[in-house]
């Protein structure tokens, strides 16, 4: 069972992975779907209780609930794997800023090489399954001062309400030189945009920083081995608080080995266990030197 | 015609001496006046006794080894009960091979090769375990000869066939690649004086790079890993060869005919500048690799960096990105 999607190893924002470590993965894959079908637009508000105190270097797990009715919390019930009784478990993950100090770094990478977090070996893998989602949190995901910004550059997510796709004259008419006289209704934002992180980048933190009389500048960040390119606006980023940005699957575990080939037989252990208990629910595993 | 006898190497007879004598003081130091003598005996699985047998669970990879290949590489044990190593019933402890052992327990064997040691101590099995990962880590260019030997042989097997018989996919490739290098630098890699990191870095050689590897060290140039690290660094004339993206295929004036090294493309192949994405990534990385490192350079090779890791992405899209594509030749092409 070899033949599954797998990151790939290169040094990261958090560095390089470590001899002994076990590491959760979203690989990937020629006809997979793109990363922003996993993107979470607008982020979500962390779960009551679960901050950056709770969750930083300690992933939890997250029984997956559902309800018939959003608004009325007695209808909540567990997700269950189909046709059995064993609930769905997914795994709630923190993305520091002292590694990936905006959401756009740890996308960017994403993006480029797959997703690779390590975890602890203690932590109960036997109830991750091919079903367990990886929910990512950053401190700087979600902007509360959306409504008093420009629209982002940019939404990759294609939201109606984020950023407007027709450029208006000042009476409201489209400027594009058509004939058409019916007026267009104004744009209005309709809420915040995880894409709008880009834009509120510093030019400070661009290792290449644009030319100095470029209007519409163009940076390009270096996290790692990740190099990407963003827009600064110079609007304020002080109101970004934390969210979930992100909905991963999960690929597989990844086992980095010793330099004598050995690998965290603790964790080992516990993934073979849950590859005979859940059978074709069960995530795969490898090992590698990196 | 008369034929010399070969004179023995004084110089060999004196480094062998040099060497037994470090061995007895390193033996000394594990409390052991001689090294333990060992016989090769077939013992069964089950009068063999793996210490820490609960912390220690053999790879499905490894077991699945043993289960077609038998345990190549026996273990060490020593006589743990009864009244010597021919008693029927005695058992002996697994000094060094425990994850073997295991593995052949779960692959159905019954018994095993054993190299069976008149005693030992904990200082002999982590000496007899360096001594054993040692051999290992040298093991790679044992497989890159095998490898060199089934292709020599002509035996057909893809490398699915390989990793269905337990073979690491990634390794296994790098290896292949090795074994099917020229035949001056194979032999270099087999005389074992290059590391396997080094030996990765030589993967990364252009193919005009490792023809030029191959002419030095046919020309005696020793092959080392600072030998290789600055093919890596090699430098670029100075004006550089107009990108082979326009049909005439122009040249600045004045320039030699030798090819730049980061440019791979024959006369023919530049009458037809590269159209699709895997051939213009392909491009870009050999540009990249060809940069000199430094300040002179680091714009442009940011930019460069960049600019393929986004045609690397867009690659895995299922949207054409060319105009030149379909959607049938995007994510395969």
Redesign the interface.
């Known amino acids: 069972m070899?033949d599954f999607p797998k990151t790939t190893p290169v040094p990261r924002g958090c560095g390089e992975r470590t001899p002994g470590g076990v590491y959760i993965e979203c690989g990937?894959s020629?006809?997979?779907s793109?990363l922003e079908a996993f993107l979470v637009d607008p982020p979500l508000p962390p779960p009551p209780g679960m901050s950056g105190d709770a969750l930083a270097n300690k992933a939890q797990l997250w029984v997956r609930t559902s309800r018939s009715d959003p608004q009325d919390p007695t209808t909540e019930r567990v997700v269950m794997h189909p046709g059995t009784e064993i609930p769905i478990v997914d795994i709630l993950i923190w993305i520091g800023a002292q590694h990936y100090p905006y959401v756009s770094d740890f996308i960017e990478e994403v993006?480029?090489f797959g997703a690779s977090r390590k975890l602890n070996p203690n932590l109960d893998l036997t109830q991750l399954t091919r079903y367990s989602r990886m929910i990512l949190l950053h401190p700087h995901a979600l902007n509360t001062l959306w409504a008093e910004q420009r629209p982002p550059h940019a939404c990759l997510k294609e939201r109606a309400g984020h950023t407007q796709s027709v450029s208006l004259t000042e009476t409201g008419f489209p400027s594009d030189g058509s004939d058409n006289t019916e007026p267009v209704l104004p744009f209005v934002q309709t809420g915040p945009c995880l894409f709008k992180c880009y834009d509120l980048l510093p030019v400070s933190v661009a290792?290449?920083p644009p030319a100095p009389d470029d209007e519409s500048p163009l940076c390009?960040r270096?996290i790692g081995s990740?190099?990407?390119?963003y827009q600064p606006t110079g609007e304020s980023a002080e109101g970004l608080t934390p969210g979930i940005f992100a909905i991963l699957p999960i690929t597989g575990f990844a086992l980095i080995q010793y330099p004598?080939?050995r690998v965290n037989?603790q964790a080992?252990?516990k993934i073979?266990r849950a590859q005979t208990d859940h059978e074709a629910f069960a995530l795969p595993s490898y090992?590698?030197e990196k | 015609m008369q034929h010399n006898l070969p004179v023995p190497d004084q110089h060999e007879d004196a480094a062998e001496q040099r060497r037994d004598e470090k061995l007895q003081v390193l033996l000394a130091r594990l409390g052991i006046d001689v090294f333990p003598s060992h016989d090769t005996r077939t013992l069964s699985l089950d009068h063999l006794i793996v210490p820490g047998a609960s912390q220690i669970t053999p790879s499905p990879r490894l077991v699945k080894s043993i289960r077609l290949f038998g345990i190549l590489q026996p273990p060490s044990v020593v006589l743990h009960a009864g009244q010597d190593e021919i008693d029927p019933d005695a058992t002996f402890a697994v000094i060094f091979g425990r994850r073997r052992v295991l593995g052949a327990r779960l692959a159905g064997r019954v018994e095993t090769k054993c190299e069976v040691y008149e005693s030992a101590t904990p200082q002999l099995a982590a000496i007899l375990g360096l001594i054993e990962n040692e051999q290992r880590s040298a093991a790679w260019i044992r497989e890159v000869q095998d490898l060199r030997g089934l292709i020599d042989d002509r035996v057909g097997m893809t490398v699915d066939e390989l990793v269905a018989f337990g073979f690491d996919r990634t390794s296994l490739t790098f290896r292949l690649k090795l074994a099917q290098l020229p035949e001056a630098l194979y032999t270099a890699v087999l005389a074992g004086t290059l590391s396997q990191v080094a030996a990765k870095k030589m993967m990364r050689l252009t193919s005009s790079q490792l023809h030029h590897l191959e002419e030095m060290v046919l020309s005696g140039e020793p092959m080392t890993e600072a030998l290789v690290t600055g093919m890596l660094h090699v430098q670029v004339n100075a004006g550089l060869h107009a990108l082979p993206l326009d049909s005439g295929g122009t040249t600045l004036e004045g320039e030699t005919s030798q090819r730049e090294p980061w440019t791979t493309n024959t006369a023919a192949e530049d009458a037809h500048p590269p159209s699709t994405l895997p051939s213009i990534i392909a491009l870009l990385q050999g540009f990249e690799r060809g940069l000199l490192p430094g300040a002179a350079t680091h714009t442009v090779r940011l930019l460069t960096k960049a600019l393929l890791q986004e045609l690397e992405v867009a690659s895995r899209s299922t949207s054409p990105l060319l105009t030149t594509q379909t959607p049938e030749e995007v994510c395969y092409g």
């Not at chain 1, 990740?226 to 390119?229: A, E, H, I």
Request: aromatic share 4%; charged share 40%; glycine share 12%.
């Open positions: 070899d990937l020629r006809g997979g793109p993006r480029r290792t290449l390009l270096e990740t190099l990407y390119s004598d080939g037989e080992k252990a073979v090992e590698t």
